[in-house]
């Protein structure tokens, strides 16, 4: 049979293992080191893999609830962040499409919005890992290998190869993710359009459209 790409947690953590010359673990709760290293260390790093790019297919968007209780200072309301699934990192808040000022306390989001406001948050998210793309998924194992060898068969220069390793497979991962989105016309607003003059403006309408 032909080898897959790993779909669940347990296999991520497995393929790492086995790059450092482990046995596998067979569930996170096993009576081992190795698996100790990944019960308490896996998830801080995938979420940490997930928070360095915007990843295409981390990416989610919601509109968020407003809360009945308002803020005491400085923002007109306050909005519930997602808990399901997890929000890994903030990437704008918007109204009408127009980016927003916001802070974040705890689980929610303060903001300056009206009560008749469509509120929309677009973030990264702990995505499946059964949707994972190979790339980004290489990425964490190589990540998690360097933290194995580090911290328990405790060889710095391997966890030093498999850090440079990840540190390539991020750039290959990011330059795979790009593909994913369509290229865009360029928006030009009014003012810009008057600054370029109506030749110019009409060349790049027309290459842009």
Known sequence: LMPTTAKTDIEVA???????????LTSFTDDTD???VMNTTYEDVVADCLAMHNW?????QKQLARLTDAPVDRWDAAYQLPTEPAVVQVQTITIEDVVQTYDIYED?????????DTVVL?????VATQDWTPPFTLWVIYRLASTL???VIRKGDIAKSYRELADTQFRMAKARDSQQVTTQAV???RYTKVRLGSNLFARIEGETT
């Open 122 to 126: 677009n973030y990264i998210f702990r």
């Open 187 to 189: 928006a030009l607003d």
């Open 14 to 24: 497995q393929r790492a293992m086995v790059l450092v010359g482990m046995e596998p």
């Open 108 to 116: 929610k989001v303060y903001i300056n919005a009206s009560t008749n």
């Open 56 to 60: 295409n297919f981390a990416t989610g």
């Open 34 to 36: 190795e698996a100790l």
């Open 149 to 151: 060898a580090l911290s």
